[in-house]
């Protein structure tokens, strides 16, 4: 069983639509995160949240919200969602302190919305 | 300038060649290195860190040039297996990691 999975692994909605991307996770670690993955761009970084009462925004978050319902979930909401948001969605983990600590992602997300 | 460029490939070589990927990084007050490996569709799973005195891992050698702002990765011996997307990754501070757009390498037989 994967140790950070997302769910759905597929999605395809209409401009418009609030969906809501899913994220648990088994390895106890007190950080997650939520990327985007676009061509050419790389892993960018939406929201992070370091234990359940925190949450951060990151570079691009803009047209999103989380949720941090417990340690182990992290929920990542699109309340109106918009076709330049259609992207490859990732959830990670971290176990520590500083940056130092690696990144453990999910399978991953496949979001289009047309 | 972005913050990490690497080149984006594709790296075609023949199983058994040695290859060698650089990925450079504007900010000087970078604090840790790392590369990732992504396949095709699948999510980036870490490679190794890399350190100031440079570290390998088996086949794997990846070293860090802070003066010249650059770290690498080098590969030898290349399997078929090692097909993928090497993704380099910068710590930038406090709680940023910025990630590369990644250099594909396809090995062939």
């Known amino acids: 069983d994967a140790d950070v999975t997302q769910t759905p692994r597929n999605r395809i909605t209409k401009t418009g639509k609030r969906i809501m991307l899913e994220c648990s996770q088994t390895?106890?670690?007190?950080?997650m995160y939520w990327y985007r993955q676009d061509p050419g761009l790389g892993l960018r970084l939406i929201y992070y949240?370091?234990?359940?009462?925190?949450?951060n925004k990151g570079e691009i978050s803009d047209g999103y919200s989380v949720s941090r319902q417990a340690q182990a979930k992290f929920s990542l909401s699109l309340e109106s969602a918009i076709p330049n948001q259609t992207a490859l969605y990732f959830c990670?983990?971290?176990?520590?302190?500083?940056?130092?600590?690696?990144?453990?992602f999910g399978n991953g997300t496949r979001l289009t919305v047309t | 300038r972005k913050e990490v460029e690497q080149d984006p490939g594709p790296f075609n070589v023949p199983e058994g060649a040695t290859v060698a990927f650089n990925c450079t990084y504007s900010n000087s007050a970078s604090q840790s290195f790392f590369w990732y490996r992504q396949d095709c569709r699948k999510e980036p799973k870490l490679l190794m860190s890399?350190?100031?005195s440079g570290n390998e891992d088996g086949r794997f050698t990846a070293q860090l040039n802070r003066a010249s702002q650059y770290i690498s990765l080098l590969i030898r011996d290349s399997k078929l297996s090692d097909s993928a997307t090497y993704l380099c990754v910068v710590n930038n501070g406090f709680q940023k990691l910025v990630f590369g757009t990644g250099t594909r390498l396809l090995v062939s037989p």
């Open positions: 390895k106890g670690h007190d950080r």
């Open positions: 890399v350190y100031s």
């Open positions: 990670a983990t971290s176990p520590g302190r500083g940056h130092n600590s690696p990144l453990h």
């Open positions: 949240s370091f234990d359940v009462k925190d949450i």
